[in-house]
């Protein structure tokens, strides 16, 4: 090999790991405005956008995780989780930090790690829908006034970490795992709250695939997890820390 030959053959070297290189910036980009879109949908209460939008359209591998809820495979399962009853009185939000975001080698996939920072709220008694004893969002109810109103004001710290694959030249979200750190209603904290939570996160859980649409016929009627729980993880006041995410 002459020295010709070997200054193009370094050249074609350097040129593939500067194109490696923008094609991770570019996903970097492009995830970092698919959450900032998730963010902003999942504020304004528009679950179907986010479904028709950032999800992919596999219709049966995808997968969503929340908590201790268990693996819901399938897209209409998916669905489920954003296709709620809207309700006046009620406001969920979500602020995305610290991305960390690893591609796969092949440039198919990449594995994504973000600090979530929420609140979920119900005016319950304060609200013009009047809420029954039996009815699933009295259990969530975490505040009272002092004439004995409840109503739900938690302020919430999660870890999301989301696997995406790239369709039609879109990342789209393919798995989502919404691990939690802690959950506390506004004016408390979250380590005398810690015991008292676990009271109502079974109904909690049921809670948040609770949908308003229908279901289809091989549902039977129920919408139950495909698979249980990969891994949980929420801060408890004889727990340790460093169980928080199985991505990195």
Known sequence: MNDLERRFQKLEAQNSTLERQLSELRARAEIADL??????YYG????????????SRDEENV???????????????????YLNQVLPGRLDTIAFSSPALIMEPDGTAVRGSWTAL?????????????????????????????DGKEYRAEVVL???????HREDGLWRIYHLHV????????????VSYAQERFASDGVWLESMFDTSMALPPEAHGENLPSQ??????????DGQSGQQTSML
């Not at 929340?66 to 819901?72: E, F, K, P, R, V």
């Not at 929420?118 to 002092?146: H, I, K, M, W, Y």
């Not at 249980?228 to 006041?237: D, K, L, P, R």
């Open 228 to 237: 249980s729980t990969s891994s949980h993880w929420q801060y408890t006041v």
């Open 179 to 190: 691990l939690e750190y802690f959950r506390c209603p506004y004016g408390r904290d979250w």
């Open 158 to 164: 999660q870890r999301y970490e989301v696997t995406f």
């Open 35 to 40: 959450m900032g879109r998730y963010a902003v």
């Open 118 to 146: 929420g609140t979920q709220t119900d005016a319950g008694d304060l609200g013009p829908v009047p809420v029954t004893e039996e009815s699933n969002r009295r259990a969530l109810f975490s505040s009272r006034t002092s």
């Open 63 to 81: 997968s969503l995780e929340y908590g201790a809820s268990g693996i819901y495979t399938g897209r209409w399962k998916i669905e489920t989780f």
């Open 44 to 55: 304004a209460g528009w679950g179907e956008r986010i479904v028709s939008e950032l999800w």
